[in-house]
């Protein structure tokens, strides 16, 4: 197989799509698809993807591809995975699922539950945009504390979104699946993951940092930069939990404030001081949670 600094250079998901200028979600199934390879099946839950990818009578995949409802995509491929075992063939087959956030965190969250706690073995890969974009920018779980969504503008009386974003990561490993977490601005990494997780005996779930925007007010050819710094300033911990111990991949050498990131976002543009640092401060609890469990090698599953 051809490659360039490792990445392979064949294309599994054609370009000429209808996503968004510097759409996040596009990137993170195109380097998906690089480390999966042509011999796998795709399901898709609602959203972007699905929609900007598959206007009828076209679509963007060189794979088998299949798309339910807005909840299963989990349960088609549960069906799948043991439908390709009866018949003798599901070592040969890669299967990978995309949700977005709210087809992940929220809507689909049960199927994803009920899927890996009966240990089904395929690659649930969550395009994380924080919010459900799709529909028009509404909140999701996903959706970070103060960022203005249409479900939680900032005015007056409501500063953006009151809740912090939901420890997905987390509870997927207590479930006993392999977790990890990537980021489009560092494809070695992410393809890694996701070759790594496709290994997996069992299931194994991955949350792709990806920008949009459109829902995150910020220039079109800014996704990649905005991407490096939620890595920089640590809203985006790039680390892995095989066999339920968790390890960072790297860290930050030298951490930047939360504003430098916030900043290049509209979503965030109406934070007053206050709350720029309880997002700091929240920022930095959860990062030395990570480094607790890394050092203490507690098993989360």
């Not at 299963?72 to 599901?90: D, E, K, P, V, Y």
């Not at 490993?173 to 997996?200: C, R």
């Not at 007010?217 to 680390?239: C, D, G, R, W």
């Not at 001081?273 to 997002?279: D, I, P, T, V």
Request: aromatic share 10%; glycine share 8%; charged share 20%.
């Amino acid at each position: 197989m051809k490659q360039i600094n490792n990445i392979p250079v064949e294309e599994h998901f054609a370009s000429g799509h209808r996503a968004c200028a510097g759409c996040g979600a596009a990137l993170a199934v195109r380097y998906a698809l690089k480390a999966a390879g042509k011999n796998t099946i795709v399901a898709n839950a609602t959203g972007c993807l699905e929609v900007f990818s598959t206007p009828y009578p076209e679509t963007s995949w060189k794979v088998p591809w299949i798309h339910g409802a807005f909840e299963n995509a989990a349960s088609i491929m549960s069906g799948i995975h043991r439908a390709l075992r009866t018949q003798g063939r599901r070592g040969k087959v890669n299967l990978v699922v995309f949700g977005g956030d709210g087809g992940t965190f929220d809507i689909g969250f049960q199927f994803i539950s009920g899927a890996f706690e009966r240990g089904e073995k395929f690659t649930y890969i969550c395009y994380d945009n924080g919010a459900y974009m799709n529909t028009g920018i509404q909140r999701s779980g996903a959706t970070p504390k103060f960022a203005s969504t249409t479900t939680t503008p900032s005015g007056k009386k409501i500063h953006g979104k009151m809740e912090f974003k939901k420890p997905v990561p987390l509870i997927f490993a207590a479930h006993g699946a392999y977790v990890a977490t990537a980021n489009i601005a560092y494809p070695h990494d992410y393809i890694d993951k996701v070759k790594e997780a496709l290994k997996f005996e069992g299931p194994s779930y991955i949350q792709v940092y990806s920008p949009c925007p459109t829902g995150w007010k910020h220039a079109t050819n800014m996704s990649i930069e905005v991407a490096k710094k939620a890595f920089q300033t640590k809203v985006t911990p790039l680390y892995e939990i095989k066999e339920g111990v968790l390890e960072f991949y790297r860290k930050p050498s030298n951490p930047k404030p939360i504003d430098e990131y916030l900043m290049l976002q509209g979503r965030f543009k109406h934070m007053n001081q206050k709350e720029k640092k309880l997002a700091q401060e929240h920022i930095d609890n959860q990062w030395s949670r990570l480094e607790q469990l890394e050092m203490t090698k507690v098993h989360l599953s």
